[in-house]
């Protein structure tokens, strides 16, 4: 148990170290954005010292690398500075916004991830027959369209013709859990359709890679049902690669879900990303871009340790 | 009818080239109560797929195309899939080779234990895993009350394939099939097993069928032996009548592969190849692995390093030729010190000392031709390429024994097992080596297919005066081909002298424990052995 804490404190100090190299390079690519955000914000009318008055008072002025310390001291303890577009402070846009895209994540990998282990399981038993490929084509199919294509396709039968849930999953903070539910089934339904294949296909190839194995003839020789051989023998050890699928997929549905945000008019943090980037708006698009950073970094962190400790072996290894 | 198993007829198939094809022939077979029969010969001759039918169970790309397997009076060939399992596990149980790979290795020994019995409804966990408890206890396994909590991978080889002996007791079955269950192990705890086996079927009036290559071993258990080759019957009797007066030549042949060969003496003049003195070294950086060893390696002579699984005999393999530093001591090579680590040393000194490995599978690039693998080392030392070099693959090919016109072109996959490491030697001759390090090279093959890769390294060796330094932990194999021999045992040198002289007593304590679990062609050689060990230990 000490070696696992230990690899786990090494995995987490590797985090750490990347996120900061992230936080450089978003650093600088913001730097790189032609034009200047004063000159922007000012508009063409503005005179030159009041160009320069406003750089001064954002600190534009300063050498970069003595901004960039400034910006991550901030960032670290929380204040992501103030929006250039309409001095609000960044922190409270993000937040809200995050937290609705959190919610349309989770709620969607609710139903996703044990949709698509459970079609995985059944895909892998039924191997090769009518059902696998059913299963396959059709979730093949799906990930085969663009997410807009399926949206606007929920949208015209399940709110247009049939009228059953919203076309605009517009949320505030004051509404209930379950109107918020409401709001969000059809994009969320939309993204299910999107990472489910993926994740049940990698399912449906990890099991039926450890079949092959003499501990599933074992099993199978000891007079065991097939049914309980997928769930009990094969997929326990079949779930390293899954989790790594499903980290992956998790990332999407928080970091790139914006084509889907928009076509609801979802309040996510993708929308925000992409209105602050037309807008230069500069904090919010640094700030934006780090948290999906972590986002990314910490789900692959946890697939890393979830499929560590999922392996016996590995849970008790001597490295 | 008093016929636990009665098999009528069998014929199985395998799906290859497109079409099914018979592997298993025409084989009737039957078993009493009581009975341990033996199923003999070499891969391929089907034991462990007519063990399996025996179940009514054929691997995937097998089929049982026709005849009868009655067990305990219900007809299993043409049984439905819930008729069968309801057999298996219950009635007729499964001992597999390698215990490493058929324990599940995200569950605990003992939850695969009590899977079986209260998966067919026989009893509850709690009662499963009191009943598993008294069984590790009885086959000896250490710490009973606690080691079934362990997860496989921490358990030795040995503990596990007792532990799959227990799991296949776990139903009480009729009939266990146990297939090669000692083959993966070292010799001392091949008895604990096959003591096991016969404890099972005596005391506990059950019928087994023992799968093995091993006469010897076979010897030991089985009170019928059943020789196959190639899936069909080569003859099948009682085990002494079958040792005693085989009717077949390749019955003959199966008996005759331990005779020992002549002496060939070590002299004190003869030229020192390899001088190692002093030398240990370590993994960790703190803990080391082997020490204090001692060697050394006459011209045309062969030294045999023997010990059990984790003795250190391979890692010593390893600092002789530097993948391993040593971390003191001295390496002599031909009269000069050679610098610890392989990057160190010149060419033409990893030239003189080559290595053929135990799977030669995995030693050949599956992707390049005979031409290519001996072509190699021959343009890397010499530089030798085009015709030259094709004539020189052939000569070398002729020397292995394999005919250049028909194996020079192909690919490495395309060949068999034997053949395999035949074309390994090949390319450790191709460097015109003064030593050469054999590491288990027979440990993978057939009986057989072994026996005639130790008379070609002997042929070679009287030809071209190489020494051999041969690493292994099979005895025979030791009796068979070495002059001198060196003992390991946790890393240090407990014994080392001329063959007749470690092979006759006194000997060394493990030495003699070594000499003494080797299976001997006398069935009564087991039986002689326990009795001797209990009364040893009262």
Known sequence: MKNVLM?????CGASLITIFIISLIIFIGVEMLPGDVAETVLGQGATPETVEQFRKALKLDLPPHIRYGAWLNDFVHGDFGNSLANGRPVAGLIGWRLGNTLFLALSTAMIAIPLALILGMIAAFYRNTFFDKLISTTTLSFISFPEFFIAYILISLLSVKFNIFPSLAVIDPEMGLGSRIYAIVLPSLTLTFVVTAHMMRQTRAAIINVLASAYIEMAEIKGIRRLRIIALHAFPNSLSPVINVIAVNMAYLIVGVVIVEVVFVYPGLGQLLVDSVAKRDLPVVQASGLVFSVVYIFLNLAADILSMLSNPRLRQSQI | MNNLLEIKNLYLEAFYEEQWQPIVHNISLDLKRGEVLGLIGESGAGKSTIGLAAMGYARQGCRIASGSINLDGKELFGASQEDLRVVRGSKISYVAQSAAASFNPAHRVIKQYSEAPVHHGLMNHAEAEKEAVEIYRRLFLPNPEKIGYRYPHELSGGQLQRAMVAMAMSCHPEIIVFDEPTTALDVTTQIEVLAAVKEITEKMNKAALYITHDLAVVAQVAHRIMVLRNGR????NETRELIKNPKEKYTRE?????????????????????????VAATYTGYDNVVEDIDLTVRKGRTVALVGESGSGKSTVAKIITGLLPAINGSIKFLGKELPRKLKDRKKDDLRKMQMIYQMPDTALNPRQTVRQVIGRPLEFYFGIRGKKAEDRIRELLVDIELDPDHYI????????????????IARALAAEPELIICDEVTSALDQLVAEGILDLLQDLQNKTDMAYLFITHDLATVKAIADKIVIMLQGKIVEQGEKKEILSPPHHEYTDKLLASVPEMDPDWLDNLLEKRASTFI
Request: hydrophobic share 40%.
């Open chain 2, 233 to 236: 019957l080569v003859e099948i």
């Open chain 1, 7 to 11: 690899l786990i404190f090494k995995r």
């Open chain 2, 254 to 278: 199966l008996l005759n592969v331990r005779s020992l060969r002549e002496n060939k003496t070590i002299h004190e003049k003869m030229d020192v190849i390899l001088d190692i003195k002093d």
């Open chain 2, 409 to 424: 072109g192909r690919l490495t996959t395309e060949l068999s097992g034997g053949e395999k490491q035949r074309i390994c």
